[in-house]
Nanobody, 123 residues
Framework: QVQFVESGGGLVQPGGSLRLSCVASGFAFSVIGMSWYRQAPGKERELVATIDYTGGNTDYIESVKGRFTISRDNAKNTVYLQVNSLKPEDTAIYYC????????????????WGQGTQVTVSS
């Protein structure tokens, strides 16, 4: 059974930082790329950052480049998202999922999602 358990969110002031974690289970984590997604109130879930199975190749949406860093520890079946210089528009629930290639991009590999971790950026 595929499972994702996200943690590390919280309430932070603009400019603050958090480190999000996602522990995955139920599939061959070490050979599959992973992604972080977020969903803000009233908006669709969007892909934020993605990483290949080695951890050597990463990509980000334009709005978070230079501020967010995705990484992984295959020994711990964990993917991380370091979020720095947070802005109010980063407020969302953050989720992780394994990825699959879809066209020129990536899509969630599994229909199962975790509960996510809430990030709220407010003064």
């Amino acid at each position: 059974q595929v499972q994702f358990v996200e943690s590390g969110g919280g309430l932070v002031q603009p400019g603050g930082s958090l480190r999000l974690s996602c522990v995955a289970s139920g599939f061959a984590f070490s050979v599959i790329g992973m992604s972080w997604y977020r969903q803000a109130p009233g908006k669709e879930r969007e892909l934020v950052a993605t990483i290949d199975y080695t951890g050597g190749n990463t990509d980000y949406i334009e709005s978070v480049k230079g501020r967010f860093t995705i990484s992984r520890d295959n020994a711990k079946n964990t993917v991380y998202l370091q979020v720095n210089s947070l802005k109010p528009e980063d407020t969302a629930i953050y989720y992780c999922n394994a990825r699959k290639v879809l066209g020129s991009g990536y899509a969630p590999r599994f229909v199962s999602w975790g509960q996510g971790t809430q990030v709220t950026v407010s003064s």
